[in-house]
Structure formats: structure tokens, C-alpha cells
């Protein structure tokens, strides 16, 4: 099983690095069914392994001038104190189980439900052909604000980039370039998951060794997806891996409710 979560960790990197975002979306349901890690604790390795492997990622974006750092700072303020509120004063004080029509529901089966709408979700996004010239363009600063707090609100809670909400947000708000866009995208997702986890450090207790293990492996792999998305087409490789997070978001309702049945 760990062998196929180093070559997960691989794609993580290889997608964020081919489409900017996307690759984010995978870690929790790895870390989890990969590698045994529970899921609350899975959101906060999440946010270390994304950090660091789009920090890499937005250096060389930086050096090719590919960042709109006026952007940075318009979504980046509002998204990380969001995260921050999230991670400091919400995830540390959440019960194990929650009340719901009567039921005892764990948390870490709501974490993984969550996490799998916002996949199939996010995949949506992935898949549709981008023909978004004759779509109406909102770019007051309501929508701006709006989407920076929404971009925060699930790094927070579930420690994912939120790449795929960045993308769309940054063509079609602000309007920038898909290559722009792509790096602005890997900057502000490295301060939304570094700072995020800075505080998750002082709640819980980290697996170094594993987490160090799993975020080398995917450096390398957003090193090579910059080289290879310099080849390929982008608009084919996002729309086939909207497939592939698709079936994965699938795949994890199924599991979690035939678990919960089982029981």
C-alpha cells in the first residue's frame, strides 16, 4: 500500500505542476486509505505536503514571471486569515461524533463525505470544455472577497489547496492569463496550507519521517509537471484528470457508507 501512495504523492506534485491546481484534491483520500492516517490528522499533513511542494513550484513561477503579486495580496489576506481562524479556533476543539436526526455521526466520516463532494464537485470544473468567453464576468470586489474567503474556508477544513476554485477565480474574475494564473494560483495556495499548518503543529503530533518522505516525492513530481506542461496540451490533461478525481470522489462515498453500514 505505501509503495502506491509514493507513486500518488508523485502525481500530486505532477498535477499541481501541470494545471496549478488539482493535485490537492488527492492527498487526504492518500494519506488516509494509503497510509492509515486519520482524517482530521490527514487535513493537516495535507497542508504541509501542498505548502511545500507549491512554495517549489511558485519559486519557479516567480522566476519566470509568471505572478500577479497584486492579486496575491487581494486574495491572499482574506483567504489566510480565514485559515487561520479555522485551523486555530474550530478543527482543534471538534467533537469525535456529531448529532444528526438523532444519530451519533463520527467527524472523520464527514471529513471524508465532504471531501468527496468537493471532489466530484471540483471535478465538474475540470472536465467541462472551457468556453467561458460569453459568460458574464463579475468582478466587483463582493466577488472578489467572496471568493478568497471560499478559497480559505477549504484549505481550512479540509487541507486542500483549493487550486480549482483559484484557476476559474483568476481568469474569469481578474482575468489574468492561464500561465499567470497558474502561478498566482501555486503562491497563494503555499501561504493558504504553510500557514494553516504552523498552527496544526502545535495541536498535534507529526509523523516527520513519513510526511518529509511523502512531500519529496511530491517536489519531484510538480518539478516535472512544469517541464512537461511546457510540451502538452493543458486543456486535455486538466480535463482527464477531472475524470480521474471523478471516480476517486465516487469511490469514497461508496466506501465510507458501506463502512458505515457495516457497522
Known sequence: MEIAGYIAALLIGLTLG????????LTVPILVYLF???P??????????????????????FANKKVDFKTVVVF???SVITVFCIRHYLIPHLPSFVS?????????????????????????SMIRAEKESTVVRRTGVGYIALY????????????AGGG?????ALTV???????????????IITLNSLIGFADDVTHHQMNWPLLLKITGISVIGILAGSVISQKLDGGTLKKSFGWFVLLIGIYIIFHELTGLSGH
Open 18 to 25: 501541470l494545471v496549478g491546481g488539482g493535485g490537492s484534491i
Open 36 to 38: 492509515q492516517v486519520s
Open 40 to 61: 482530521v490528522l490527514a487535513t493537516s499533513y495535507s497542508l504541509f505536503i501542498v505548502g511545500v511542494t507549491s512554495l517549489v513550484g511558485s519559486i519557479n513561477s
Open 76 to 78: 491572499g489576506v482574506l
Open 100 to 124: 444528526i436526526a438523532g444519530f451519533q455521526v463520527p467527524v472523520s466520516l464527514l471529513t471524508m463525505l465532504l471531501f468527496a463532494i468537493l471532489m466530484i464537485v471540483s471535478s465538474f
Open 148 to 159: 478568497g474567503i471560499a478559497v480559505g474556508l477549504v484549505t481550512g477544513l479540509l487541507g
Open 164 to 168: 480549482f476554485l483559484l484557476i476559474p
Open 173 to 187: 474574475l481578474l482575468r489574468l492569463p492561464i500561465k499567470k494564473a497558474i502561478g498566482t494560483s501555486l503562491v
